[in-house]
């Protein structure tokens, strides 16, 4: 079984499109975060969700809003998209609410903004 | 900007060799981390190491930390073409909330 999910794997979309990557975890975790992968392989976090509240808010632009309808799930929807945010976006969960501990990655979605 | 760097940033070595991957920080940490990536997948947690511990084992890995230099290092012994994949520290700041990662190093091991 996957610990976390993420939908769709892949995505390719245009400039001025509104897009959604899902994710969902299996894991019982309190704590969820959305992390960006850019073409050198750095990792950013973007937010972190404890128990469906925001926790964290890096500084990423208004275009991008997480939802979380309950603590299993975390989307990320985003709009306006540009051809800056192609990218690798990596969701995550830990049990650790202080965000402290080991975190259990998704299998990422590549981004491709044309 | 971000938080660790490893050196080095790319290492290709035989099967059966070992492995040295190194990390530096800038801050005061509450632990760090060291994660795996294989290519097109996501981060797989290898081991986590506090602040106020020195060295960790799991297995073939063996993990040191030392604080006076803000540093980390990730030893893998007898090396698998299966562990080739790109190594990432992590580190938890003093008083915050998430992982901060470096750049990695990416590990080749050739059969």
């Known amino acids: 079984d996957t610990a976390v999910s993420q939908t769709p794997k892949y995505l390719v979309t245009q400039m001025g499109n509104d897009k959604s990557i899902k994710c969902e975890q299996n894991l019982g975790h309190d704590t969820m975060y959305w992390y960006k992968q850019d073409s050198k392989k750095f990792l950013k976090i973007m937010f972190s969700?404890?128990?469906?509240?925001?926790?964290i808010n890096e500084t990423v632009p208004n275009r991008f809003s997480p939802k979380s309808p309950d603590k299993a799930h975390l989307n990320l929807h985003i709009n306006s998209l540009e051809l800056g945010d192609s990218a690798v976006y990596f969701c995550a969960s830990s049990q650790d609410a202080t965000g402290a501990g080991e975190q259990y990655f998704g299998p990422g979605t590549r981004l491709t903004v044309t | 900007s971000q938080q660790g760097e490893e050196d080095p940033q790319a290492l290709s070595i035989q099967e059966g060799e070992n492995a040295t991957m190194n990390c530096s920080y800038k801050?005061?940490?509450?632990?760090l981390q060291w994660y795996r990536q294989n290519s097109g997948r996501g981060l797989v947690h290898l081991i986590l190491i506090r602040s106020n511990e020195r060295e960790k084992h799991s297995g073939r890995l063996r993990v040191t930390l030392d604080t006076s230099k803000k540093s980390s290092s990730l030893l893998i012994t007898a090396s698998r073409a299966a562990d080739t994949a790109s190594y990432f520290c992590a580190t938890v700041k003093t008083g915050a909330n998430n992982l901060f990662f470096g750049t990695g190093t990416r590990l080749t091991v050739i059969p």
């Open positions: 801050t005061s940490i509450n632990n």
């Open positions: 969700y404890n128990n469906k509240e925001l926790i």
